[in-house]
């Protein structure tokens, strides 16, 4: 872990280190209280360690996030090309696997999908993507406290919060979409 914390203090900016520490701790609680299958023991380890690593990319240049998915085969829709911010979920988890020598895959999809889902995601996938909306130094966003509460009841309406608010967020901005978002939140309105 400190190998990772220095890494993460020389290339995030303080605020965005501070945010990166605040999921590490909320995906550890989120563990902790989702935690129900004594199988899988070291959630919480697992948990702290995705939150530490899924903003790793962050504050890289959209140059190098580019570059780096081109030399790596790492995919890239049109929609990331073209707003090349929404490459530092999977080059985060490049740089995990890489440089940190991170093999769960669990912990890779959830650093990778952090920003948009996915369906069908696993508990520690969806556990990371909400500590990344509700730890306690993000902005204040439309409904967080409740957002906050709910998260600690019921996982699944938590994603689709939070899915709903982010789109309703995106379209009053007139912002563009990644269709992975739409497509996670269909799912989670099924549910």
């Not at 303080?14 to 990166?20: I, P, V």
């Not at 209280?33 to 380890?45: G, P």
């Not at 906050?148 to 309406?157: H, M, V």
Request: charged share 30%; hydrophobic share 35%.
């Amino acid at each position: 872990m400190k190998k990772i914390k220095k890494y993460l203090k020389k290339h995030l900016t303080k605020d965005r280190y501070q945010h990166t520490l605040g999921v590490a701790y909320t995906a550890a609680a989120l563990a902790m209280k989702y935690n129900a299958d004594t199988s899988n023991a070291n959630l919480v380890k697992r948990a702290y360690l995705a939150g530490l690593l899924h903003d790793c990319a962050k504050c890289m240049s959209d140059e190098k996030k580019l570059h780096i998915c081109e030399k790596n085969n790492l995919s890239c829709s049109a929609m990331e090309a073209e707003h090349p911010y929404l490459l530092h979920g999977k080059v985060g988890a490049h740089i995990a696997g890489k440089k940190f020598g991170i093999k769960d895959e669990d912990i890779l999809h959830a650093i990778t999908w952090h920003t948009t889902g996915r369906p069908n995601m696993s508990l520690l996938e969806k556990i990371i993507f909400i500590a990344d909306y509700i730890e306690p130094s993000r902005k204040p966003v439309k409904e967080l406290d409740l957002i906050r509460k709910l998260a600690f009841e019921d996982i699944d309406k938590t994603m689709e919060k939070i899915l709903s608010n982010t789109l309703k967020y995106l379209d009053g901005k007139n912002a563009p979409v990644d269709t992975m978002t739409q497509t996670t939140y269909e799912s989670y309105r099924k549910i």
